[in-house]
């Protein structure tokens, strides 16, 4: 999944080249996240990002021809004109259900999971680094028609913003 670069004002201003890292936690199952990116785009209609890649499985789809991991995205607040403006901020996020759009796909999961009701804490911006904890009620698709009911999935982590 391609996701295009959002803008990202941050303090200190530097771009990493490697992404942080996170896991989350589906099923009683802790799956590890790494390459994890915080995108945003301040402003009327702004948004944010956290996508990262399900780490013990690069080379594999979590389902065919989907790969894995972590995509939170949703509405930034329009009085939030930078990362900082979101420390200690609880961000709903949602999941569109398009095509090959997930929120959560992790090798082992049995599909994808798309959020009903989630929640990103965005707990601590420090220069690029931005900490965060997320929690929701998913539905585990799994890309033949069949969906779950709703099952717990939490997690924590640190992306680093991209500017």
Do not use: Q, W
């Not at 690069?58 to 989907?66: A, M, V």
């Not at 790969?67 to 509405?75: Q, S």
């Not at 717990?152 to 680093?160: D, E, K, L, N």
């Amino acid at each position: 999944m391609t996701v295009p670069a959002l803008g990202c004002a941050a303090a200190g201003g530097s771009t990493l080249d490697e992404g942080g890292t996170a896991s989350a936690v589906v099923a009683g199952r802790t799956y590890a996240v790494d390459d994890v990116r915080f995108y945003a785009e301040f402003g009327d209609d702004g948004h944010f990002r956290v996508e990262g890649n399900d780490a013990a499985n690069h080379e594999k789809d979590c389902l065919p021809g989907l790969g894995g991991g972590l995509a939170l995205y949703g509405d930034v607040p329009g009085a939030a004109h930078s990362l900082a403006d979101l420390a200690g901020k609880e961000l709903p996020f949602e999941f569109t259900g398009d095509g090959d759009d997930f929120n959560l796909c992790f090798v082992g999961t049995n599909g994808l999971l798309g959020v009903e009701d989630g929640t990103v804490r965005i707990t601590k911006v420090e220069g690029n680094k931005v900490s965060f904890t997320f929690t929701g009620d998913f539905i585990v698709y799994d890309g033949e028609g069949g969906e779950s009911a709703p099952t717990r999935a939490t997690g924590s982590g640190v992306a680093h913003g991209v500017n």
